[in-house]
Antibody, heavy 120, light 106 residues
Framework: QITLKESGPTVVRPTETLTLTCTFSGFSLSASGVGVGWIRQPPGKALEWLALTYWDDDRRYRPSLRSRLTITKDTSKNQVVLILTNMDPLDTATYYC????????????WGQGTTVTVSS | SSEVTQPPSVSVSSGQTATISCSGDNLEYKYISWYQQKAGQSPVLVIY???KRPSGIPERFSGSNSGNTATLIITGTQAMDEADYYC?????????FGTGTKVTVL
């Protein structure tokens, strides 16, 4: 059974850096074709894909946020970390991590999400 | 990456068919997926590769994709299907979500 869980701060101040961790079980991020992505959802708004890391260390980013985003993986710890710099109130959202397989090109298992509020 | 648009809302009577569209450039080449998100919950994948259903998803959910429009069809809509639905496109190794559609079951 695949599970993922997000963790990190619930509140960050404007201009600070957000670091979120996705801890997963039930699959290996060193297995061919496997990836983990991050998606966020501002309150009352649509889903936004942010970033994705694959088993082969290929990384993809949302073009409009590329300069602020970094995604890394620690295969031994079964974790994926998302870093978003220079936080703004518009970054207030629920952040999800999700499992993906390249042959499916869809996020088939999602974490419960973690809510991040940007406020001074 | 290109934009993907959906109608903000769709209303359907219980037992009838709900049709949700997803529009964008050349969507027929972009491996469309669909997600259901109920209030306060994480999204659930209901369709991938335009029309394939993951294990455990009821047969009343189906999909199609042609030209610039992909479609999610819910046949015999039930009250439990009331939710927000998002399409998602694979676009040159990046991913784009649609604007979302709220489905109300009357």
């Amino acid at each position: 059974q695949i599970t993922l869980k997000e963790s990190g701060p619930t509140v960050v101040r404007p201009t600070e850096t957000l670091t979120l961790t996705c801890t997963f079980s039930g699959f290996s991020l060193s297995a061919s074709g496997v990836g983990v992505g991050w998606i966020r959802q501002p309150p009352g708004k649509a889903l936004e894909w942010l970033a994705l890391t694959y088993w082969d260390d290929d990384r993809r980013y949302r073009p409009s946020l590329r300069s602020r985003l970094t995604i890394t993986k620690d295969t031994s710890k079964n974790q994926v970390v998302l870093i978003l710099t220079n936080m703004d109130p518009l970054d207030t959202a629920t952040y999800y991590c999700a499992h993906i397989v390249t042959t499916v090109k869809a996020f088939d298992v999602w974490g419960q999400g973690t809510t991040v509020t940007v406020s001074s | 990456s290109s934009e993907v648009t959906q109608p903000p809302s769709v209303s359907v009577s219980s037992g009838q068919t709900a049709t949700i569209s997803c529009s964008g450039d050349n969507l027929e080449y972009k491996y469309i997926s669909w997600y259901q998100q109920k209030a306060g919950q994480s999204p659930v994948l209901v369709i991938y590769h335009d029309y394939k259903r993951p294990s455990g998803i009821p047969e009343r959910f189906s999909g199609s994709n042609s030209g610039n429009t992909a479609t999610l069809i819910i046949t015999g809509t039930q009250a439990m299907d009331e939710a927000d639905y998002y399409c998602q496109a694979w676009d040159d190794s990046t991913y784009v979500f649609g604007t979302g559609t709220k489905v109300t079951v009357l």
